[in-house]
């Protein structure tokens, strides 16, 4: 059966607080198996028999909302694409080493040119992007509060849904799931 990631944004922010076992009784609401949290930051992992994962993020927002009473944008990777997404090295390995942070942004279809050419427009010498398939690669030479980039300041820029991840926690979520 198809395993899933499921990267929620703003799941615990802005006064809203969802416990994870909640978030997990959402997901077996929905008819998921194998549902588990990973880091109360919304991350969950899931199985199902089918979908294409466009309907299915729809499907989870969508549910999410209507128990939550507010939005939830909800992007998806299957084993593949989380191992591709790992694997990626988008920037020069020592430049990774002594970064600040970095992000992967999650994406739920690739940017188009002029989403592409704002977001270059942003970089600046602590904050450099790349852009592959669904995903923004950001690198952040200092602390991320250190940066001018927030994810208001992007919302506003790029006009279109993300939501963003330490890649070391895609890291230790590969480790655990596609080992």
């Not at 909640?22 to 588990?36: H, K, M, P, Y």
Request: hydrophobic share 45%; net charge positive.
């Amino acid at each position: 059966m198809p395993r899933f990631f499921a990267f929620l944004r703003a799941i615990n922010v802005g006064g809203h607080v969802v416990k994870m076992e909640a978030l997990r009784d959402l997901f077996t609401g929905l008819g998921f198996s194998a549902v588990e949290t990973f880091i109360a930051s919304g991350n969950v992992i899931f199985q199902c028999k089918s979908g294409k994962a466009g309907d299915l993020e729809k499907r989870i927002a969508g549910h999410l909302e209507t128990n939550l009473g507010y939005p939830v944008a909800t992007f998806l990777r299957n084993d593949k694409e989380l191992g591709a997404i790992t694997v990626y090295q988008p920037f020069a390995e020592e430049a990774v080493r002594t970064a600040g942070a970095f992000c992967v942004g999650f994406l739920a279809e690739p940017m188009g040119s002029p989403q592409r050419e704002a977001l270059m427009n942003l970089q600046t010498d602590i904050d450099t992007f790349h852009v592959h398939g669904r995903e923004i690669y950001w690198l952040c030479r200092k602390r991320q509060h250190e940066s001018t980039i927030s994810n208001a300041f992007l919302d506003r820029k790029l006009k279109v849904p993300f939501t963003f991840r330490n890649t070391t926690t895609v890291a230790k979520l590969a480790a655990k799931y596609l080992a």
